[in-house]
């Protein structure tokens, strides 16, 4: 459960990346479904860490723990900050700062996954 749940966070991350882009380079600035669909990703970072400390709880393998931890931790706190700043910013660049985080979380759930197979 622990991949899939990193799959969907990294794929609707993208694709909110993507989606900040196309509003990037249109010269538009965060709209309504923006930050629902932010706060999709923040309900998915979420539910990752509350799979991921209990799988880091429950298991036998050799596991670097705090690296996962802090991984996850994170994960949690990019699409806030950056949605803060995305917002506090009003020229077009607002929905830059939203595409790098999102890129961010997509990267970073990636190598969480890594980090936990080893």
Do not use: N
Not at 30 to 36: E, N, P, R, T, V
Not at 64 to 69: E, I, T
Request: aromatic residues 10%.
């Amino acid at each position: 459960m622990f991949d899939s749940v990193a799959f969907a966070v990294t794929m609707l991350s993208g694709a909110v990346a993507v989606w900040a882009a196309w509003k990037t380079i249109r010269h538009t600035r965060i709209s309504d479904a923006m930050f629902y669909a932010i706060a999709a990703v923040e309900v998915g970072t979420l539910l990752l860490l509350v799979i991921g400390v209990a799988a880091l709880a429950s298991t036998d393998r050799q596991v670097p723990g705090a690296l996962l931890v802090s991984y996850l931790i994170t994960l949690v706190l990019v699409p806030p900050a950056m949605l803060i700043w995305g917002v506090a910013e009003k020229s077009r660049w607002g929905t830059g700062v939203i595409l790098i985080g999102m890129w961010t979380v997509s990267v970073m759930s990636i190598r969480v996954v890594q980090v936990w197979h080893g």
